[in-house]
């Protein structure tokens, strides 16, 4: 079973910078549009970043000029560059992609277990 694996979370001060990445745990046919979500407390999931499989991006309001996200298409990999952290961007962040594990299989949605992110001083 294909799991995807975050990396690069804890603790910064406010203003700081983190830089998370998540990649299959194995070698897949196939991946297609990849994102991460956060969640907070008493919160939904919400989207923060999503990059497509052209490299097409999208940005939730509240990240814009803050966070980057960016693919390495040849690791599957996506990170998400995150400066001037604020406490309001502590949450449990996801790692999401739309994959085919072989080429008999369909495109189907993985999440990661989710790293945490604390903004504090």
């Known amino acids: 079973q294909v799991q995807l694996v975050e990396s690069g979370g804890g603790l910064v001060q406010p203003g700081g910078s983190l830089r998370l990445s998540c990649a299959p745990s194995?070698?897949?046919?196939?991946?297609?549009?990849m994102g991460w979500y956060r969640q907070a407390p008493g919160k939904e999931r919400d989207l923060v970043a999503a990059i497509t499989s052209g490299g097409s991006t999208n940005y939730a309001d509240s990240v814009k000029g803050r966070f980057t996200i960016s693919r390495d298409s040849a690791k599957n990999t996506v990170y998400l560059q995150m400066n001037s952290l604020k406490p309001e961007d502590t949450a449990v962040y996801y790692c999401n992609a739309r994959l085919r594990t072989t080429v008999w299989t369909n495109w189907n949605n993985y999440w990661g277990q989710g790293t945490q992110v604390t903004v504090s001083s």
């Open positions: 194995r070698s897949i046919f196939s991946i297609n549009d």
